[in-house]
């Protein structure tokens, strides 16, 4: 992968991903010295236009973009970085620079969660708890939950539909989990039929 550096005078803008949700969090610009730091560091680093000098985002608030991935676009002139955010991006506290994420890209972030919460091997974690107890519990799970929503989608308790409709995708996330399956490979049949 080489940018065209001479192309744009020295800098590219470079656009960071979240790599779970998709979510932009920010722009920046990179020349040649930060894209190689980040390269090599895989902490995503900009060329500071305003102080002409390279920072490191997180150095000084600890909000880390670890990269995941870069690509360059068909001109190799401006650079895509996927990457796990330590905390918020944006210095104003939010999770991007762009405003908050959608209800999308907070399903994402539970998925890692409960990726997470897996892994961690946990007894006190009920999403490790119910995982380990097998397919068989997990499936029953999301069953019970399934018709707990349906039985509050015929009555008019607005707030008890939502908690059990977030049960219901909750333990739908685990099963995926235990399939070994995920959003995006359900997102890809649901585009497959919108055609």
């Known amino acids: 992968m080489k940018p ?19 979510q932009v969090l920010m722009l920046g610009y990179m020349n040649e010295e ?27 608030s600890g909000n880390y973009l670890n990269v995941v991935s870069m690509s360059l676009d068909c001109d190799n002139d401006t650079i895509l970085i996927q ?41 006190a974690s009920y999403t490790n708890t119910l995982f380990k107890r097998g397919i068989n519990k997990v499936a029953q799970k999301v069953g019970e939950e399934a018709v707990e929503l349906v039985i509050e989608a015929k009555d008019t308790n607005e707030e008890l539909f939502k908690n059990e409709a977030a ?3 909750y333990h739908f996330l685990i099963l995926l989990k235990i399939k070994s399956l995920n959003l995006n490979d359900i997102e890809k ?6 055609r």
């Open 83 to 123: 990457a796990k955010p330590v905390g918020p991006t944006c210095h104003t506290g939010a999770t991007t620079c762009f405003g908050e994420p959608d209800c999308k890209g907070y399903l994402y972030q539970l998925e890692e969660t409960i990726s997470e919460r897996i892994q961690s091997g946990s007894d």
């Open 34 to 60: 930060a894209f190689i730091k980040t390269q090599l560091e895989k902490r995503v680093t900009f060329y500071s236009r305003s102080r002409n000098e390279l920072w490191t985002k997180g150095k000084t």
């Open 189 to 194: 049949v649901l585009k497959t039929r919108s």
């Open 4 to 22: 065209d550096f001479n192309k744009t005078n020295g800098l590219i803008p470079a656009i960071i991903q979240d790599a779970i949700t998709q």
């Open 167 to 169: 049960d219901l995708l």
